[in-house]
């Protein structure tokens, strides 16, 4: 079990990190709504084995008001009935794009996606999964440490 990251990519190449912040803002900001958001990153996550990047995504998922029965069924989405179809076309999605090498694209869950996501939806959603992607082919292989993340406070409305 290996606890000691391999090297600090944001110190040893700010740039380089501040590049994939950018990239990360925009998805921040995305037309897509923040919990299927983090569904994705999860997702994408679980697949290419992130434990850094799943632990962050299922804490700012709770912290974002996801429940723990949706966030632990996630890697068996298709055998329960805890997500919505479009959250079900995105999850299709995300499992395409990660493993793109595999099958590539098909028609049909091209088709089955347009169904659910207008085309800048359907952009925005697919930027997003390249940026987890990304984090994950940097947190992997540097060992970023999984259990070290925590999510932002979630701003308290104001009392009247």
Excluded at 15 to 44: C, D, G, H, W
Excluded at 79 to 95: I, M
Aim: proline letters at 5%; a negative charge.
């Amino acid at each position: 079990m290996q606890t000691q990251p391999r090297l600090e990519y944001d110190r040893v190449n700010p740039q380089a990190y501040n590049a994939m912040l950018t990239f990360s803002r925009f998805t921040r900001s995305s037309i897509i709504e923040k919990p299927l958001l983090e569904l994705v990153r999860v997702r994408a996550s679980q697949i290419n084995g992130c434990a850094y990047c799943v632990d962050m995504h299922t804490k700012d998922a709770r912290a974002g008001g996801e429940t723990e029965q949706r966030l632990y069924a996630l890697s068996v989405w298709r055998e329960t009935p805890f997500y919505s179809e479009r959250e079900r076309a995105a999850l299709e999605w995300t499992e395409a794009i990660t493993l793109i090498s595999d099958n590539h694209v098909s028609d049909e869950l091209y088709a089955l996606v347009n169904q659910h996501f207008s085309e800048a939806e359907l952009v925005d959603l697919t930027v997003a999964i390249i940026v987890i992607n990304g984090w994950n082919r940097l947190a992997i292989p540097f060992r970023d440490v999984a259990g070290t993340y925590e999510p932002a406070p979630v701003a308290q409305p104001a009392d009247n």
